[in-house]
């Protein structure tokens, strides 16, 4: 797990909303940065006439990402070594608990939550099957096995790697530079919101993205808006949102809005290993693949 590309994706995020504001993206993940516990939580939403089935889900689910230095150092200085943890909430249980301790992974899946989950069903058979081999059991996969599963860098992913992480440092570029030129409101508690359309985007980031394709794409007219927010106390982000509001999909009913909203808080939390956790060895990892592959 790349534990800090999260918190780089929110950090730039954030950063986007407020560099109509003259400030660079380095400042945005400075700031989630600087303490040495990091926890974002995340929550969506969509309404419009094509929303409703989506908004039942949403309604009902949210993410957690909690990060931690050992150290006590500020995770900016972690250097890889963070410990992380991502909680997947369905109403007021807990869907699945991952976390990343020591470079070790251990995974919690609570299959019971899934009835929490509005307009998602299983047969109460299958949830209770699965419950009884998985749910409440702590499974940790060591770092040993991790590195023996996952394939060895070649020459060619490397470069490849290297190369999609310039494309995707280009493009942020692109629309970090586009919303630095699009007028944006100050919020009267702290904070900056900017409302933009998504034709301004694609024109912004289309060249980019020809230039890495090597082919030419076709321009078309795209219709809706995109608003980006980021409450802030002083120099300190304290959550973002955006949004994106486009016609819905039948002619005439309207427009379709759907959003991410993040919070951001630096409470002293730290992220252990579980206790008890069913340890995966490699030939347990063999037959569970084989199981699987039937």
């Not at 409703?52 to 006590?72: E, F, H, I």
């Not at 059991?137 to 470069?159: G, M, Q, V, Y």
């Amino acid at each position: 797990m790349r534990k800090m590309m999260i918190v780089g994706l929110v950090g730039a995020s954030l950063g986007l909303a407020s560099c109509g504001a003259q400030a660079s993206i380095d400042q945005a993940v400075s700031s989630l940065g600087s303490s040495p516990d990091l926890q974002l939580h995340f929550t969506g939403s969509a309404s419009g006439p094509d929303a409703a089935q989506v908004q039942k889900v949403l309604s009902t689910l949210s993410l957690d990402m909690n990060y931690s230095n050992p150290s006590g150092a500020a995770l900016s200085q972690s250097s890889g070594t963070a410990n992380a943890e991502i909680l997947v909430n369905a109403g007021t249980q807990t869907l699945a608990d991952v976390r990343v301790v020591d470079s070790n992974l251990y995974v919690l899946v609570n299959v019971s939550a899934v009835a929490d989950i509005s307009g998602v069903a299983l047969p109460a058979s299958q949830v209770a099957s699965l419950q009884l081999i998985l749910g409440g059991r702590w499974f940790e996969l060591s770092k040993s096995l991790l590195t023996s599963i996952a394939p060895a860098p070649s020459a060619t992913s490397t470069a490849q790697a290297a190369k999609v992480a310039a494309a995707e440092r280009t493009i942020l570029d692109d629309l970090s530079t586009l919303i630095a030129n699009t007028a944006y409101t100050t919020l009267p508690n702290g904070g900056y919101s900017q409302t933009g359309t998504l034709a301004s985007v694609v024109k912004a980031v289309l060249p980019t993205i020809q230039s890495l394709s090597g082919s030419t794409l076709p321009s078309t007219t795209v219709k809706g808006n995109y608003t980006l927010t980021v409450t802030a106390s002083g120099s300190n982000a304290t959550g973002g949102s955006i949004s994106v509001t486009a016609p819905s999909g039948v002619t005439g009913q309207g427009n379709d809005t759907v959003g991410l909203n993040v919070t951001v808080a630096h409470a002293s939390l730290s992220i252990v290993a579980p206790t008890g956790a069913t340890i995966i060895t490699p030939s347990l990892f063999q037959g569970l693949l084989s199981q699987a592959g039937g």
